[in-house]
């Protein structure tokens, strides 16, 4: 697909990414309306026991109320720029829309552009998401600047007769320890190209690894370079590898959304080591003082200051006579109450003075900075260019979100698979967003601005049989390392010996792919959730977990699959404390595990499969394991799906447990 104009572009991309952001605000209507206001705080979409307070005026005189909660915010999805509505109960949807401008780890503060609804100011109120508008704001202002960047908009549209001469310029070799060929060509290839290369890395081809391999390079040869992808898991996994060559990086972006492993990289927790923000945190500490003491005195807000000026309190303050049916008394302490706000006004501004300029000396001196697209949008990196931009699974972020991090680059890399996650788009209307960056890329680029790596360094040949035929017209080749690797294999694997023969026989180690028909599970939903469970299902995999752990695999070796998020909710609390890693397919995107078990969840006699059907989430699930893949699930609800048929009739089958 390409365009014509720079103003087509705008006016595509412009309206579909509208219409996402409608059809979000309907989701998050739809979900208030079916789940619990705990609920959905459990989500991270709302914040529960809040207390509002005026906050005076902020910027283009916008009322800013600040809602408080006394023992801290609970972790929550809500960012500065985010649309949301605040109620007493339930909230209708009808409510008053505010932007979130201020967040702490106690208070998130709201500006309204009209005068806030009373019911703010009150106690125990309840606020809710109802838009993540700031991805969308950061995603129409990166269509809307392409203008200045003349080269890119022509390659955005289409127009790539100027990357001819880079084709056909003399290449130089280049030699990475561990890689093999192709990986190597890729590395060389982006860094001969000027403008754009495209790294194509079907499952465990290593394009993660080939791109940690080129930002090291890259950064050895003095460059900056802007490292982003889709989603959190997705930047923690390449940040992994970054910090394991040794490279400088930072993390920008909720600690809380991080790895824990890795969060001392984040901005967050280096500023804490920062001269600069140290003092800024004493002048925090004093405001927090301040604020005590003032206290003690009249606010000059609303209803007491009675249209009268700072300036006009203190004068009358001094005068110690009444006006105007306000006693002296009370403006002298309305006048003491506005000296201690100024006092707080600037340590206040001082501290943010501070903490930026510790911000802008970390990010200025570190190398390489990692954040999600979203993130690197921010104004932390506001004044930053640039020499190159990284976003791994591109293939997993709409074009406009591409476009967030690859703005601030002089030359864009990008990695991914477009037979993995599509990216997440809600509204039926813009289902073009669907269509990645990387993959209209692909389609008219230049073959040699992409390299495609094609031998995986991860699953055993049979457990890469299925994707390699059904996505990847059987390109993809197993590594000789790890085409006959086995579970017996790793140090200490002595397969459990059980009563059961069908427990025995998914334990033998040179079985690298099973299905286990789970004939008798039963399907079911919550009347308030989209998302199904199955216990029967649910008991299965605990007894598999069981057998393998008896077989002294490591937890950390096992990884537990499912699409539906109601009985991942069920396995993690069933499996609390077998440290054994359980996810959705989306969280396991990237990942991998020596054994993987899926619990497929749908059984019905209607061979109704839903969401099963997404083949490329099929693709991503069935392409994490190393070693062992066991997939849980209902033969006769499966069989009304040809690829699920074709599927197991290709893999042994155990039928009882
Ligand atoms: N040249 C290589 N030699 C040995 N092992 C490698 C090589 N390249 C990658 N690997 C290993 O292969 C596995 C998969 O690599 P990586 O995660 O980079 O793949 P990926 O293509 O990003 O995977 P996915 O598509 O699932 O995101 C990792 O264990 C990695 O260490």
Not at 126 to 143: G, K
Not at 351 to 378: F, H, R, W
Not at 580 to 603: H, N
Request: net charge neutral; proline share 4%.
């Amino acid at each position: 697909m390409r365009f014509n104009s720079l103003k087509q572009y705008q006016d595509y991309f412009s309206s579909l990414i509208q219409k996402e952001r409608a059809a979000e605000m309907d989701f998050h209507l739809n979900e208030i309306m079916v789940l619990s206001g705990k609920q959905r705080e459990q989500k991270g979409r709302a914040i529960l026991l809040l207390n509002g307070n005026d906050s005076g005026t902020g910027i283009g005189g916008s009322s800013l109320v600040k809602f408080v909660r006394g023992e801290g915010l609970p972790d929550n999805q809500i960012s500065i720029g985010d649309i949301v509505i605040v109620s007493k109960e339930k909230p209708t949807g009808k409510e008053e829309q505010g932007t979130v401008v201020e967040k702490t780890a106690r208070s998130i503060t709201v500006a309204y552009s009209q005068s806030p609804p009373f019911i703010v100011f009150g106690r125990n109120l309840r606020l809710d998401l109802f838009s993540n508008d700031i991805t969308f704001q950061r995603m129409l202002e990166a269509v809307h600047k392409l203008e200045f960047l003349p080269n890119h908009h022509e390659l955005l549209l289409g127009k790539v007769d100027f990357l001819q001469d880079e084709v056909n310029a003399k290449k130089t070799e280049i030699s990475v320890a561990n890689l093999n060929q192709s990986q190597e060509a890729a590395i060389r290839k982006a860094i001969e190209s000027k403008e754009v290369f495209l790294i194509h890395g079907p499952p465990g081809t290593g394009k993660t690894t080939t791109l940690s391999h080129l930002i090291q390079l890259l950064s050895e040869q003095g460059n900056k370079i802007l490292v982003s992808a889709a989603s959190n898991t997705a930047v923690d996994n390449i940040l992994e590898k970054l910090t394991k060559l040794g490279l400088p990086c930072i993390r920008i972006g909720n600690p809380a959304r991080m790895d824990s492993s890795l969060s001392f990289l984040s901005l967050d927790v280096q500023l804490q080591d920062h001269p600069d923000y140290q003092q800024a945190n004493g002048l925090w500490n004093k405001i927090q003082i301040q604020k005590k003491e003032q206290q003690e005195f009249v606010p000059a807000s609303g209803q007491n200051r009675r249209g009268l000026s700072d300036e006009k309190i203190i004068q009358l303050a001094s005068s110690k006579k009444n006006y105007r049916g306000i006693p002296s008394p009370k403006l002298r302490k309305m006048a003491q109450w506005i000296k201690v706000q100024r006092a707080i006004n600037k340590n206040f501004e001082e501290a943010n003075k501070l903490q930026m300029k510790a911000v802008e000396d970390i990010l200025s001196q570190t190398p390489i900075i990692c954040a999600t697209n979203s993130t690197a949008g921010s104004g932390l990196l506001k004044d930053f260019l640039f020499d190159v931009v990284c976003v791994d699974e591109a293939t997993q972020a709409t074009e406009p979100e591409c476009l967030i991090p690859l703005l601030k680059g002089k030359k864009w890399v990008l990695a991914g698979d477009h037979h993995q996650l599509p990216p997440t788009v809600v509204s039926k209307d813009a289902e073009a967003l669907k269509l990645s960056l990387f993959e209209r890329l692909k389609t008219f680029l230049p073959e040699e601005k992409s390299s495609l790596l094609s031998i995986q360094y991860r699953m055993h040949k049979n457990i890469m049989k299925f994707s390699n035929e059904t996505f990847y017209g059987n390109q993809l080749k197993a590594h000789p390392s790890v085409a006959g690797h086995t579970l017996a294999d790793l140090p200490g694997y002595e397969p459990f010996i059980s009563l059961e023969q069908g427990l025995n026989q998914l334990l033998k180690p040179e079985i690298a792919v099973l299905f286990y028909n789970c004939a008798n599970g039963v399907e079911a939903k919550l009347p308030d959730s989209y998302s199904y469970y199955n216990k029967v299902e649910l008991e299965k995999v605990q007894q598999i977990t069981d057998a393998l752990l008896a077989s002294r695999l490591f937890p950390e070796d096992i990884g537990i699959i499912s699409p539906y998020e109601q009985q991942i909710i069920r396995l993690k609390s069933m499996l609390a404390g077998y440290q054994v890693e359980i996810k959705t397919i989306d969280g396991f995107q990237g990942k991998e595990k020596e054994v993987i078990i899926i619990s497929l969840v749908r059984s019905n006699q209607e061979g109704n499969i839903g969401f099963l059907r997404d083949y490329r989430r099929l693709n991503v699930a069935l392409t994490r394991a190393k070693r062992k893949l066991i997939i849980v699930g209902n033969l006769t609800t499966l069989q009304a799906d040809p690829l699920y048929t074709w599927l197991i009739e290709n893999i042994s089958l155990v039928d009882s447990i």
